[in-house]
């Protein structure tokens, strides 16, 4: 079993809405990126990653190519977990943390599992989302970027690997 | 096995003394928040409900509702724990990074240490809590607040769920 | 299974250079502290020792301890390492995410990841290095500082501890 990390952060401006997890929120600010600056996808593409020693996503998708303009972040999401059942991994969880001032993620946190469910399939009860604001203070608090905690677990074949 | 992970910030303000993993220290700032202000618990409630899919802390106990202000935040990793073991998990560790420039966390590590296996139920050998500054930068070493960084690993029942 | 976690952060400073897991990286800048001020072995040093719940790399090599002034953080890793086997512990996996502006990790990716297979006496495939920027905001943003988020997971001896 092995685990891994992932972080990642986006700034924001102003806009119509984020994309977090895969779901479109409305919201006063939007996230700047070359894909669609979907921090919470990224940060858990580098976690999956990570379990294998794969690299990060930089790595697998340099911002500076510009086929990846605008590209929805599941590509960058379903390359990784394709990544990690090739070295042999079975995906046990995947959690992330979005850590935000704004909008509330709550109400959207369903939908953002069956994304996940979906995008790595695997159950929806593995797939965690958790969100917190950074109390109004740091650059989360006030309200430059959002940021993206993440951790994916993964159990790879052949004895106690 | 499943792995969770858990962030929280809360702003510093003068006072007396900060609550963290349980334990009172005297400081010359205390933590603000509607609970006790516990963000080692309250990362670490997170990290736990995040083995399991069951949403985050702001969904089991928010911030809005009167009956938490001034709450033990014990309540809130406790009701993680419980949530964790109808799902069928075992606890197989609970860690903490402190992320705080004052007050020094390492005199109190081993009472911190024991609470966490009081509240959650598992050996104290299987609870870790570790500390460190920000090197005097950023909202954390402006003591503009402390943050907590946690993961809890659970085994749930079946197969090598 | 146990999974630990590992933050640390280093100031950065006119210089002509940064050491990285191990890996010297020429650079205009350099990272301040009372060793090598490697953030990315210290976090994993504190990532291990979270495992067993054996304290903190502060609690094992105080910073005020002339002995580890301009020390090679190998000799923390190493040490956590050896504490770790000494507790019945296998090393499953190590993975470090750098949160810098620059410099570029990417080029020195396989080169860290070999220093950290040497460091803990693991296969290559199970020591990850990942690496992403703060997009200019936050105090990884303005160059003041790097950081590093480390996470290992450790088996350890008895049952399905
Ligand atoms: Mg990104
Ligand atoms: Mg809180
Ligand atoms: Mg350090």
Known sequence: VRTGNGY????????????LCGVFIPHDQK???????DVALHALTDALLATCGAGDIGDHFPPSD??????A??????????????HGGTIMNA?????AEAPKVGPHRQAMRAKLSDYLGIDIERCSVKATTNETIGFVGRREGIAAIATA??????GKR
Do not use: C, M, N
């Open 153 to 158: 677990t993964v159990v790879y074949r052949g």
């Open 8 to 19: 990642d952060v986006h700034q924001l401006e102003a806009g119509d809405g984020v994309t």
């Open 31 to 37: 996230l700047k990126g070359h894909s669609d600056a």
């Open 66 to 71: 510009p086929q990846w303009r605008g590209a």
């Open 95 to 99: 959690d992330v943390s979005l850590i």
């Open 73 to 86: 972040s599941r590509i960058f999401l379903e390359h990784a977990a394709r990544i990690v059942r090739e």
